[in-house]
């Protein structure tokens, strides 16, 4: 678009109007022309002028205004034209008058096309009468209208559009406005469809019922919580009844709904009783809003209702608790009492008033509650009393009291504060009992305690007991009698039926587990053993089952009777009579023959001992019968027998001769004598079996106790990881708030810790088997700590933790590994070094011995000169053993720990010039100069011997490795860690890195000739660093490398001038060393 500058001059347009204004003027003139004075003339010529001029300046204001308005034009076409939105210019009947390039786009034809068309024709037929109904709106109204239709085109997917159309002020168009919202559609299509998506799954899994029902009582949505709750299998069976005809409300309990949501339009928190579908009564707490359309008439009501039936029984049973509990104060065997805080008594009940011998209560109030302690046991009344104010209860305290008539009994008492609403205590409430007869009750249950424990240890039958798996936890030392195995052989090693024998193994343990399915009670289960010798023991089993508060099975408790004796005895029975008549006299359990009426004919002596009866005893009672305790017991008997044909194992209570009652297992069988139908009866005595598992019980208790014993932490886990129980000390958990029992691990424990919890959790419930894991974790009080766990599935949902601290065994098993890695390594290192020193003995060993053998055989053709020779190279050769050696038992003393240390303070000055007078000698042979640089007050806490031998040597060292003509320079000098650092610095041949790295290796060959072919074992450098390190103190060096031009001879080095002395190593450099140590000032060390 070409827009005009509003800039431009004047175009020759203005130049010809006034070209012809001027030539109309002067027409004018001609005709009319007045004869005016000069000075009129002068003045209307002025006027004229001034006129041209505002013409003029309204000429080109006037073709500025029609340049804008042409570019405002064209601005508004170019708008109008290309904007997104679609413009048209409707008639009264739908006629395109006019309409821009993007609403031609929507219509998908040219725009030349689509004038003089009607609109309609391209709207949907679903939508056009929303588009007739528009138009006429727009039409008849002022205000602008909206709508929404649909736009088809051929061979084109519909669009969505928004028409916002308005009248034109002549009334005859109007201007409408379209807007493609395809994509907006489409969009909040999808948002919808995942909001109802998501208001389903919500709807469905919510934890209280929702429901929709309408005024008529018919259900229209239910989720799956309320059809739960209401017992029905499913929402279609729940929608089938109406809520008040045959429903889940009563006609009067929907009609108290149906006033109070009607008068408000919501009701909240209505508790009322329904009935499910089996007619039983559930209590909810319903809330419900009336959905209403807009006239105000109800078309639904939406709810939510909470099951409260616990609650509801929760409520009677506190209720029913309260009246208990006023009947249990009032009709209490203990005496009860309420006292204020300085321990007057101002309640009692009617046992605590008898109890202390007072006839009437208001003679017991008012008194001091301390005052009726006896006076000896006031001390020990004080020390609980103490514990009373601290913790705010007292449990058990047992002490002496006093009557009001001056009598004592021993009372046990029982205490706790009672605190107001806003947790400050009011009063003490006391409970107490006479104890005294239970005192010596104790004293009398301990000696029978001891009796049942040596009669268990010395009792036939073996007790034991075995987890869910059949693996045994305990049994009892008469194992070793039965089967030949101690005790610990058998707990945590064999599984019952390890012992069966292996041809009925399989079939006897699918019988045992079968029970153990069913957690159901046995006896005389019959199983054959292999005894530890290999013969056979049959065993008569009984076994009850032990199960948690959730009645899941934890194991099971019994006792196996060694019934061998009395399997044979039948069998010998079956084949014999007389081999019947002495096992029936001589087994030790009770037989008894009678007829088929109860007359006694035959019975053993096993029948008599446990009802201390004699024989003329049984003759004179003549009838079976008149051995039970209850004669009821004997019809069921006779029931069972007459409708099994036998009773085996049946619990009966049989009368004594005292006419107690012990407990005994009835078996009862048809046999024959002389084809006379007789009935025999076994009877065992199971009273000390009854004892026995009561002691089980006792036994198990105690194991619990020794439990909470343990150190291990044990905590107990859902398959949320949720803390349900835990045994474990404050200072030993992580987190240290009051209690973590219901709190998620994953909320309290780092995140790291929560995902191994949490996959262990997982595992383990999948696998069913124990997962054992270590971990490290943070302590506020220990800092890092190491546990070893143990993780076993106690339920379906649940995991039981035992967690140990092997912190200090993770320690020590480091140290462990470090010293084992320390003495591997100075082993390798001995080995090595040894290996070296054999070397180096060899060598001088072999020339040594090659002399001698020279001497030996050619004495006699060698000048003196040459035996003089060859006496000297022999006399060096011995030398430098002898140093070797010498060395040699140096370090291997050191190591042994038999070089004497005696540290004393000493002056170092005469320690270091003596040490130097030893080696002057050598080091005049080379003329090597020796300078020192002592300060006279440095005194040194060291050995002087030991302290000698390393200056020495590092002496004799740089004199050995420093050509002739060289310096060494020997100084000391205070350090600011208390210690006296000397240096030795020599102008000798230097050390390459590699040499100074392996320096002070055991395992690695470092000697080296001198520069005049002295020897060199390496050794001394090694027992001057563990001198030094004896003492404290550190031995290092330092070598500087000079480049030497290459390739002289070694000899000639020895010549060079000062600057440039040294031998040629095999490098072509030379340079120096210095060695530095340290030794501790003049106070001791403790290393």
């Not at 974790?777 to 933790?801: F, H, N, T, W």
């Amino acid at each position: 678009m070409k827009i005009k500058s509003p800039n431009a001059k004047p175009t020759t347009q203005s130049t010809n109007i006034r070209q012809k204004a001027e030539s109309l003027l002067k027409e004018k003139s001609l005709a009319t022309a007045p004869q005016l004075p000069e000075a009129d003339t002068q003045k209307l010529i002025h006027e004229l002028q001034v006129h041209q001029i505002e013409l003029e300046l309204q000429n080109e204001e006037l073709i500025l205004a029609n340049i804008r308005a042409e570019n405002a034009t064209l601005k508004f076409t170019e708008l109008y034209d290309f904007a997104p939105t679609g413009y048209f210019t409707l008639s009264k009947n739908g006629e395109i008058l006019g309409l821009n390039l993007s609403g031609a786009k929507m219509l998908g034809k040219k725009r030349a096309q689509l004038t003089n068309n009607m609109f309609g024709f391209f709207v949907s037929g679903n939508t056009k009468p929303i588009f007739n109904l528009f138009l006429r709106q727009v039409f008849n109204g002022k205000t602008k209208e909206t709508c929404e239709v649909t736009l088809s085109m051929h061979d084109e997917p519909p669009i969505y559009v928004q028409l916002s159309g308005v009248v034109t002020e002549s009334g005859k168009q109007c201007l409408i406005s379209l807007v493609d919202i395809t994509e907006h559609n489409r969009v909040e299509q999808e948002r919808l469809e995942s909001s109802e998506e998501r208001y389903r799954i919500l709807y469905e899994n919510a934890k209280i019922g929702l429901y929709r029902t309408t005024p008529d009582g018919t259900i229209v949505l239910a989720n799956r919580a309320l059809v739960k709750m209401l017992g029905y299998p499913s929402f279609d069976e729940l929608a089938k009844i109406n809520v008040e005809h045959g429903g889940f409300e009563t006609p009067y309990q929907r009609k108290v709904f149906l006033d109070k949501v009607e008068q408000t339009g919501e009701i909240e928190n209505f508790e009322t009783t329904w009935i499910r579908q089996d007619r039983t009564p559930v209590y909810v707490r319903e809330s419900a809003r009336a959905i209403r359309d807009a006239n105000g008439n109800t078309l639904y009501y939406d709810g939510t209702v909470e099951d409260i039936t616990k609650r509801k029984q929760a409520e009677e049973a506190l209720i029913e608790s309260e009246e208990k509990y006023r009947a249990l104060f009032e009709t209490s065997l203990y005496g009860i009492s309420l006292l204020d805080l300085n321990g007057k008594i101002i309640f009692a009940n009617k046992q605590v008033v008898k109890l202390f011998g007072y006839n009437q209560a208001s003679e017991f109030i008012g008194l001091n509650g301390f005052g009726l302690i006896h006076p000896e046991d006031k001390p020990k009344m004080d020390l609980y009393f103490k514990e009373f104010i601290t913790t705010g209860v007292i449990a058990n305290c047992e002490v002496r009291s006093l009557k009001k008539d001056g009598s004592e009994f021993i009372g046990e008492y029982s205490a706790t504060i009672i605190k107001n609403a806003n947790g400050d205590p009011v009063y003490m409430m006391d409970v107490v009992r006479d104890i005294t007869e239970h005192k010596r009750a104790e004293e009398a249950l301990k000696k029978s305690e001891l009796r049942f424990e040596q009669i268990s240890e010395n009792a036939q039958e073996s007790i034991w007991e075995v987890d869910s798996n059949g693996l045994y936890t305990y049994i009892s030392p008469v194992i070793k009698e039965l089967l030949g195995y101690e005790a610990e052989e058998i707990i945590g090693h064999k599984y019952f039926y390890d012992l069966f024998e292996p041809e009925s193994k399989e079939v006897m343990k699918q019988r045992a587990i079968g029970a153990f399915a069913r957690k159901e009670c046995f006896r005389n289960f019959i199983n054959c053993n292999i005894h530890k010798d290999g013969r056979k023991v049959i065993l008569s089993t009984s076994g009850v089952p032990i199960l948690d508060k959730e009645n899941t099975l934890i194991g099971y408790r019994g006792v196996d009777i060694d019934i061998t004796e009395r399997i044979h005895a039948e069998e010998l029975l079956k084949s014999s009579e007389e081999q019947y008549r002495t096992l029936f006299e001589h087994i030790h359990i009770g037989i008894g023959v009678s007829d088929m009426t109860g007359k006694i004919i035959a019975f053993n002596d096993a029948m008599l001992k446990p009802g201390g009866y004699s024989r003329d005893d049984i003759i004179r009672l003549g009838s079976l019968q008149n051995l039970y305790y209850n004669l009821s017991d004997r019809e069921a008997v006779i029931s069972l027998m007459n409708e099994k044909g036998f009773v085996n194992q049946h619990p009966i209570k049989f009368k004594r001769k005292d006419g107690s009652s012990y407990d005994t297992l009835l078996s009862l069988s048809l046999i024959y004598f002389d084809n006379q139908p007789r009935i025999q009866a076994l009877v065992e005595d199971i009273t000390e079996r009854k004892q026995t598992e009561e002691a089980l019980i006792d036994s198990e208790n105690r194991a619990r106790a020794i439990i909470d014993a343990i150190p291990d932490l044990i905590f107990r886990l859902n398959k949320q990881g949720v803390y349900i129980d835990y045994k474990a000390a404050k200072e030993d958990l992580a987190y240290q708030a009051e209690s973590i029992i219901g709190k998620r691990n994953r909320d309290m424990m780092p995140p790291d810790f929560a995902d191994l919890i949490d996959e262990k959790i997982k595992l383990t419930l999948q696998t069913r088997q124990m997962q054992v894991f270590e971990y490290q974790l943070p302590l506020p009080q220990k800092g890092v700590c190491e546990y070893e766990a143990r993780m076993v599935c106690s339920r379906p949902d649940e995991v039981i933790v035992i967690v140990r601290d092997v912190t200090e065994r993770k320690k020590a098993e480091a140290e462990i590994k470090r010293i084992n890695e320390k003495l591997i390594k100075l082993n390798t290192e001995k080995d090595k070094f040894f290996s070296l020193i054999a070397h180096d003995l060899r060598g001088p060993f072999n020339g040594f011995l090659g002399l001698t053998q020279l001497l030996a055989e050619y004495t006699n053709d060698l000048t003196k000169v040459e035996i003089q020779k060859i006496s000297l190279s022999m006399r060096d050769s011995a030398t430098n053993l002898f140093r070797l050696l010498e060395n040699l038992l140096h370090w291997a003393r050191m190591q042994q720990g038999l070089i004497p240390f005696n540290p004393k303070v000493l002056k170092l000055l005469p320690v270091a010039n003596e040490s130097i007078e030893m080696q002057l000698e050598s080091a005049k042979i080379k003329d090597i100069e020796i300078i020192t640089d002592f300060p006279a007050d440095i005194s040194v806490f060291a050995d002087s011997d030991l302290l000698q031998t390393v200056i020495r040597n590092l002496i004799s060292n740089a004199i050995k490795f420093t050509p002739i003509g060289g310096k060494i320079h020997i100084s000391a000098k205070t350090g600011s860690d208390k210690t006296v650092e000397i240096s030795i610095s020599d102008t000798g041949i230097g050390m390459d890195k590699e040499m100074m790295d392996n320096l002070f290796r055991l395992d690695v060959q470092t000697n080296r000739k001198g520069t005049e072919g002295e020897p060199s074992t390496g050794l001394g450098l090694l027992l001057c660093k563990e001198f030094i390190e004896k003492h404290g103190g550190k031995l290092w060096v330092e070598s500087e490398e000079k480049n030497l031009p290459a390739g002289l001879p070694a000899a000639c080095l020895a010549r060079l001038p000062a600057d440039r002395q040294g031998r040629q190593d095999r490098h072509g450099k030379a340079g120096g060393s210095t060695f530095y140590f340290t030794i501790p000032l003049n106070t001791k060390y403790y290393g």
